[in-house]
């Protein structure tokens, strides 16, 4: 694959935090796999308008987070670009990219735990997934956070940003425990 190249070339970009939202793409795609063929089965009539709306939903995310792959590497050549005052900025911007793919990569791993209700149990294992490579996505966004916050002066920003990463860490570690707890 072209991106896989490109990741494992000597170019800065795309780097761990793009590399984060196709991880958290491939668990939205999961969802909308695991609730299209619920929703396609006989077997499953009963539950296939929450599964549809789960495909929406998925979808929709897999094309957020597309987006901000894109954005991601952006903000990052942004700060290799920079120097001086510009180069906070940029820093601002490289820590607010990757806390968007945390946002949403715990909304895959909402609807990976709301999937589960589908009871389709032969997709559990491919929602689990999809629950797990979200949990992954999160930890690596929080990764690229955090090397920006080191760098970043403004410290009430670097606050406020570690609250919210924090929140989101605690959350996706809870999701990721409930659909573990059902899936094994």
Do not use: W
Not at 7 to 33: H, Q, R
Not at 155 to 167: H, W
């Amino acid at each position: 694959m072209e991106y896989l190249a490109r990741l494992a070339s000597a170019d800065p970009t795309p780097g761990g935090g793009s590399a984060a939202t196709i991880v958290a793409a491939l668990g939205a795609s999961l969802v909308a796999m695991a609730a299209r063929i619920t929703a396609a089965n006989p077997k499953h009539a009963p539950k296939r308008d929450d599964a549809e709306r789960l495909v929406a939903r998925a979808d929709a995310l897999r094309a957020e987070l597309a987006t901000a792959q894109t954005r991601d590497e952006a903000a990052f050549t942004a700060v290799i670009a920079s120097r001086g005052d510009a180069r906070q900025q940029a820093l601002a911007h490289a820590a607010a990219e990757p806390l968007n793919a945390m946002r949403l990569s715990v909304e895959v791993q909402r609807l990976a735990a709301e999937a589960l209700s589908l009871e389709n149990p032969h997709l559990a294992s491919d929602i689990g997934c999809a629950a797990e490579f979200a949990a992954a996505a999160v930890a690596a966004c929080a990764y690229n956070v955090r090397v920006n916050h080191r760098a970043m002066r403004d410290s009430a920003l670097v606050a406020t940003q570690a609250v919210e990463m924090e929140r989101y860490e605690r959350e996706s570690a809870t999701l990721l425990r409930r659909v573990r707890e059902t899936v094994r």
